[in-house]
Every structure is written in C-alpha cells, then in structure tokens.
C-alpha cells in the first residue's frame, strides 16, 4: 500500500528545527523530500548535540538526523545566478516549499511567493518566522525557538517566583510550531485537489506556541489577571499533585492522587503515613496540602524511581517516574510503540532515531531512515530533478554554485 | 480549507486543541459531550474565579469553531443518533476506544477516517496506566530539563499534553483526509498523549542512546547567561556561538561598546573565531563574561519595548519575556492580525481571541462561533442534521439522552 504522500515533492529550505521538522512529518508520510543546504553556512542543527559517542562532527549530530530523516540534501550556493536558476527548477518540480530564512530574506534572495507562483501555481509554499512576516517588528527578527517561546508567553511562566524565569526545556516552540505548519499544508493541499491552486502560508512560530497556553492568555484576557510563574508542579485545585523527590542523584516521581479513587489507591499503598482523617476529603486535601507532601515525600525519597512507578501504578496510582534521558531510551511504552528506529550511515554507523508519533492503519509511513549528509545527493537532483547534463554539473562546480 | 468536511468530535481534554485546529482551517465540527457535560468544561481557570459548566476558560479557549451538543452514548438512542453523525462525518475525533463506535454496524463509517488518542501505546505495558496531563508531562522528557538544578523540575502552569496531543491529532487526522483524497482509502490513525508530549523534550528522546552527555537540569541556562533584569521585567538576549549565528553576537556586542559599556576592539573581532582567538591569546578569555556584564548593565534602565527594539534595529537575537498581559497589548501581533475581539459566550464581556496561528494568502482563520454553552446546539443538531422532530428531541430530553 502506498504511503499517504508518495508522489509528494517538498522542497525543504529550512534550518534549524520548525521548517525542517514540518517537512520531516511529510517525509515520513511518503514525500520525496529535498532539503537544499549550505556548506559554508550550515545548518546550526548539525552543530548541535546529542552527538554520536560524543565526537561532534556535522555528519554526527543526532538532532540533525532526527529532524532531517528521509531527506535528501543538495548543497548549492542560491545567491548567485546560476545557483538561483537551480533553485528554481526546484521549486517548478515541488509540491510544497518550506523556509526559514529571517522573515523577508527570501524575497531579497529574488524567491518571493509571487514569483514562484509565477512560476508554479500549484505551489504550496510556507514560511517560518519567530514573529512572522508582518507587523511592526516581522520582518528582520531573526531568532530560535528559545526567542520564540518569550515572545508567546512560555518563558515567563517557567521558573520560581523568587527567582528569574529559567524558560522551558529547550526551544519549545520548535516542537510546537510544526504541528499547525502540517496541518496548514496538509488542509492546504486537501484544498488544492479541489482547485488546483497553491497558497502561502506565512507562520509566526511564537503565534503557534500561544495557542498551547491559551487559558493563560484567557485568565488575563477575561479575568485581567496576569498569571505569574508558580515554579511548583501540578494544579492549585489538585492535592496531593506533584513531583516527588526519589533515591538518587536529581530522581523524581510525578504523583496526581487528588481524585477520591486515586486517593484512596495512594493510601493504600503509602499506608499509616497518609491515614490522618483530616486528609480524607478534597478540601481537608487542600487545606492539608504541606502535611501530605511531607509524608509523601518521606516515602517517595528512599525508593527508586522506576520501582516507586510500578507500585504505585500497579495499585492503580496515577504516577510516572520524571523521566530523563536514560529513561526514555528504555522506555517499555516507547519500544512498545517502536518508536526508536534503527538507522545506519557511513559517519556514525549504527544508531537510534525516533519514529512517527502517530500511526495509520492502512497507509503506513515509510521506513524511517537516516538524515541525508550535506549535498549527498546534490549530482543526482541535479541530473534527474533539474536535468542538467554532466557537463552543466561541471561548470556549477567550478563556479562554485554546487557546494 | 477544509469547508467540505464534516468533523465529530466526541470531547476529551486531549481531543479540543484537535478539533479546534480543524475547525479553524474551516471543517464544520460538532462536539459531542455527555448529559453532565464534558471534561473540558471542568478545567480551570473559570470566568471571575467562579466555577461552571459555562465558565471554564479552558473549555472557552479550545472549543471556538465548534457546535456543541449533549448526548448519552451509553443508551441506544445516543448510539444510533451517534451513527447518523457518523455516518456524515469525513473525520471523527476520540479519545481512547470507549467511544461506544465500535458496536455499530462498521458500514456506517466505511468512508470515514477515525482519529484516535490513547494515554499510552495502545497495547503496550503501559496501556492501563492510570494518567493525567501531569503524568504524560512527567513522561515527556521535558520537565527534567526545566528550570534550576537546586530545586524540582518544572512543568508548565497550564495542562500541556491535552495540547500536545490534540495538535497532533490534527495532523493526523489530516493525514488520513490526505490520504483519502490520493489513494481513495479511509482508515484509523491513532496516536498516544505520551508520544505527542514526548516531543516537547526534542531530541532529548535520542540523547539517551547516543553515547554523547545526557544532559540535566541547568544545562539550558548555564553555559551563557541568557535572562536579564529590566525595567519591566525580563529581557532574554541569546549570546550564540553557533558560526551560523555568531553575527547576531556581534549585533549585541556593538550594542553595548555604543553604550560605552564594551571596549570597541573587541566587539569588532571576527566572532566566527571566536573560540581559537581566546584560545590562542588574542583576544582576553573573560570575553564573554565582559560581554555578559556589559548587557547586564545596558538592559537596567531599559524597557522590553525598548529593548525589542533595539535588538531588532542592530540584528541581535533577543526577545521580551512577554506575559500575557504584554501579548494582549502587543502591537506586533495586533498588526499582524492574531486576534480578533469577541463577546464571550454565555457572559458578554468583551475579550481578545488570538486564534490566527497562520496567515494563508486566500483564507482567513475566522472566529466563526465561539466555544459552544453547555448543550447550545442540540436541538439544531438533533433537528437539522440528524432530522428527528421537535417531540422527539424533547422526549430524549426527558428521558435524560440529551
């Protein structure tokens, strides 16, 4: 059976992780995907670790070929003439465009939407701005999902109030972002069966990471109340809900107990250290709040973090270790759902990427495989995509065009 | 985009983002809840702190776009009105498989793709675990990474794997509309709270086998300082050493030596060499310290405002720490058309709704409905797209099925 987008050309123009990753859904549904990189300006991604057995290198970057899996990659220099002709065989040969650059630059580069579409009205192309393309400040911030998640509100409500705010892990809106950039394509292209026209799409990446904090915005929004960070895992209304220090060097448990059945497992198992009556209503709970954390915490402590979950969930506890690195690459849940997928590369040899999150019952994705290496297959595209002869791969290569 | 698809969407926390997406790139979504009413509609925050099924901010942010009706699925008549729905929906959206669909006769939804989200793998040896978002959070990888190394991990304030979970199901659902329309073929996707959540740690899912460090808390913050005291609170300013980004360093570095607060020579050094000019001498190894404190000093007496704009005008990378209220009264988004002001349902009160997470050159995300009231759309529903009559509906009504 084939696969949902086979057939699918994507031009992938992207860096870094919301573009790249945004054509890393479509690849795995079946898209015959291109990313089009730099040698002398590289993906910033390839310089990022996780690195394979930790010697950094960027064919070894984990996180590259995580994002970029599937792909193939020409090199080529696209601000000269010639590379720019390239460029635009491409784009007459793709489906969907997906781009990065600072909001505006493509458009200097002589690649604006209206002249591609031009070019190809079927295009479906996508822009990936921290702030978009419009407004006062669109145009010229450049930024990472680390700027992105402070401009949607993320960073701010992260942190201990007597502290400064430390953000989220990472640059969380990368991981948002590309959701409501497949979405916007995938609708994108449902529409173009119907009238055979493409669309621009012009995301700002900080717009989708505030749709993931919506009510925060609303509490303000309606109640005008500004919320603060609370630094505290789990929700005011719930007791006892949390993170629970275990044995070991920075082991916790996630424990949300504050539902009466749930709570009633957790006494259970905890035993005599939870039996003060006072703690047997929701609100005595409330009220309570210090003594049960204590109590829970003088059991959590001496425990192993992993051992403390199958107990407790075991009893039918909601509880789930925090998880770290090293937990989830053993995850059962995670090798249940095959979700690390083996790849193997002449760089970094054997290794261990992630799969789909979702699945399809009969169209499955493709295999996964690894991230390409830079220009892997740029004389291939050339030649098949493009149609250039030998000889006019060769004058690009003098010319400095192919990278 | 999607105005000739029909969504239904039976409603859990982790299905509203998902049927909301769809219902903003233009699908007509009917949400289905129970007589009590949905779960959704029991997540804080609440209108002026006051609890009720109408006064959930939560329910009101996730289910704009939406009708929403009231139906018991445990009893024969919500099952068979739940078929007819079904059976012209193009997409239904449930969470888990208790959904009461799966006893009708499968002929009813032969056309029809089913997104489903369970808690954990199907299947899996975690598949009876007991969850909630804090749980799936916990599992995501990410919180272990967040905040100081000295205290608990962080999670954010607001649920976040009902968020997770409901945008990739619309990715998903929208994978099998695509693949209907290109290979003729309607199927079930399906996709776990937990693995959707587990993006939010990126590539910390690879870390693990990697053989490189695993990384712990602190990391994110500790190499170069990136938060910085300002008249108004907070201003982050990314000192990048990435050779693809190092220019914006260089913006910031002559930011500062302008104000007088970092010697001229050493913001003009060719950032991309950085590390071997320190290296070798040429340039001091407390570089970046200075610079560090140089920006410390310079963002003082400064606004976020004035800072954004500075940062903007010289090309460094930086942004506000922005609160809500900021974004509320941000320009920038307002220019640009996120929002759009709405009489809140059931209350009146006016309030911004940012709700245009793209911008299309041929399509507009419009606020078409607000959040349904609790059973707003029944009798419409029932009427219009079920076709039962107006004694009917009251006698389901009666009888405790709507």
């Not at chain 1, 010697?55 to 090199?75: D, F």
């Amino acid at each position: 059976m084939s696969a949902p987008l086979s057939g699918l050309k994507v031009l992938d123009m992207g860096w870094l992780m919301v573009g790249p990753m945004s054509a890393r859904y479509l690849t795995d549904l079946g898209a015959h995907t291109i990313k089009l990189e730099s040698r002398k300006r590289r993906d910033p991604l390839r310089a990022l670790g996780p690195f394979k057995d930790g010697k950094q290198g960027a064919e070894r970057s984990l996180s590259y070929h995580m994002i970029n899996a599937g792909k193939r990659s020409v090199a080529l220099n696209i601000r000269k003439k010639a590379g720019r002709d390239v460029v635009l065989k491409l784009v007459e040969w793709a489906d969907v465009l997906v781009e990065s650059f600072s909001p505006g630059v493509i458009d200097e580069m002589g690649y604006s939407y209206e002249y591609l579409k031009s070019l190809n009205p079927r295009l479906i192309m996508v822009s990936t701005g921290i702030l978009g393309r419009t407004g006062l400040f669109g145009r010229g911030t450049s930024g990472t999902g680390i700027t992105g998640s402070a401009y949607a509100g993320a960073t701010g409500l992260m942190g201990w109030p007597d502290r400064k705010p430390t953000g989220p892990h990472g640059p969380w809106t990368d991981s948002v972002a590309p959701r409501f950039v497949v979405s916007s394509i995938l609708a994108a292209l449902h529409r173009r069966k119907l009238t055979n026209s493409g669309c621009y799409i012009d995301v700002a990446q900080a717009e989708c990471g505030l749709q993931f904090l919506l009510p925060a915005f609303l509490e303000f929004a309606a109640n005008g109340i500004d919320p603060v960070r609370v630094g505290r895992a789990g929700s005011k209304l719930r007791s006892p809900s949390g993170a629970f220090r275990c044995q070991g060097d920075d082991r916790w448990i996630a424990i949300d107990a504050s539902d009466q059945h749930d709570w009633i497992s957790l006494k259970r198992v905890v035993g005599e250290a939870l039996s003060d009556p006072a703690f047997d209503t929701i609100v005595g709970r409330l009220r309570q709040r210090e003594a049960i954390e204590a109590a829970l915490n003088a059991w959590t402590t001496p425990q192993e973090a992993t051992r403390a979950e199958d107990v407790l969930q075991s009893a039918g506890v909601p509880a789930h270790v925090v998880s770290q690195a090293q937990d989830l690459v053993v995850d059962a849940d995670l090798r249940h759902h095959n979700h690390y997928r083996k790849i193997s590369d002449p760089e970094i040899g054997q290794a261990e990427t992630t799969g789909p999150q979702f699945r399809l019952s009969l169209t499955p994705h493709v295999e996964t495989r690894p991230a390409p290496r830079i220009g892997d297959a740029t004389n291939e595209i050339l030649k098949d995509v493009c149609g250039l002869s030998d000889q006019a791969i060769a004058l690009l290569e003098g010319a400095g065009i192919v990278e | 985009m999607l105005n000739n698809i029909r969504v239904l969407e039976i409603s859990a926390p982790e299905t509203m983002l998902g049927g909301q997406i769809l219902g903003d790139l233009g699908a007509d979504v009917v949400v289905i809840e129970p007589p009590h009413g949905a779960a959704g509609r029991r997540i804080e925050p609440f209108l002026d702190g006051v609890p009720g099924l109408d006064r959930s901010l939560t329910w009101h942010a996730l289910n704009r776009n939406k009708r929403g009706i009231t139906l018991n699925l445990e009893s024969p008549d919500g099952r068979q009105i739940l078929g007819s729905l079904a059976a012209k929906a193009d997409i239904i959206l449930e969470a888990g498989y208790d959904s009461r669909l799966d006893d009708l006769d499968s002929g009813v939804t032969a056309d029809t793709i089913r997104c489903r989200i369970t808690p954990f793998s199907r299947g899996g040896p975690k598949a009876s675990y007991r969850a909630t978002d804090l749980i799936h959070m916990a599992a995501s990888g990410a919180p272990s990474l967040a905040g100081d190394p000295d205290r608990q991990p962080l999670f954010f304030p607001v649920p976040q794997a009902m968020m997770e979970a409901g945008a990739e199901a619309a990715v998903a659902a929208l994978a099998g509309l695509v693949a209907r329309d290109r290979l003729n073929i309607s199927q079930t996707v399906e996709l776990s709270e937990r693995m959707a959540a587990l993006l939010s740690s990126l590539s910390r899912a690879v870390t693990g086998g990697s053989g490189d460090a695993l990384g712990k808390r602190g990391d994110d913050t500790g190499r170069v300082p990136n938060m910085y005291d300002c008249v108004d609170g907070f201003m982050l300013i990314s000192i990048s050493m990435n050779r693809s980004l190092v220019h914006l360093t260089k913006g910031a570095a002559e930011w500062v030596a302008d104000e007088g607060l970092f010697p001229h020579e050493l913001a003009n050094i060719d950032w991309a060499n950085f590390e071997s000019l320190t290296t070798s001498g040429k340039t001091p190894a407390s570089i970046m310290s200075d610079l560090v404190a140089a920006i410390k000093v310079a963002c003082l007496s400064k606004t976020k405002a004035e800072l954004t704009a500075i940062a903007h005008e010289r090309g460094f990378m930086a942004a506000p720490v922005a609160t809500m209220k900021d974004i509320h009264s941000s320009e920038q988004f307002r220019e640009r058309g996120l929002f759009e002001e709405a009489q809140l349902a059931g209350d009146g009160r006016s309030v911004r709704v940012p709700l245009r997470f793209a911008q299309f050159s041929d399509y507009s995300i419009e606020l078409r409905r607000q959040a349904p009231l609790f059973s707003q759309h029944t009798h419409e529903v029932l009427s219009e797209d079920v076709g039962l009559s107006s004694i009917e509906i009251q006698a389901l009504f009666v009888h405790g099925v709507i």
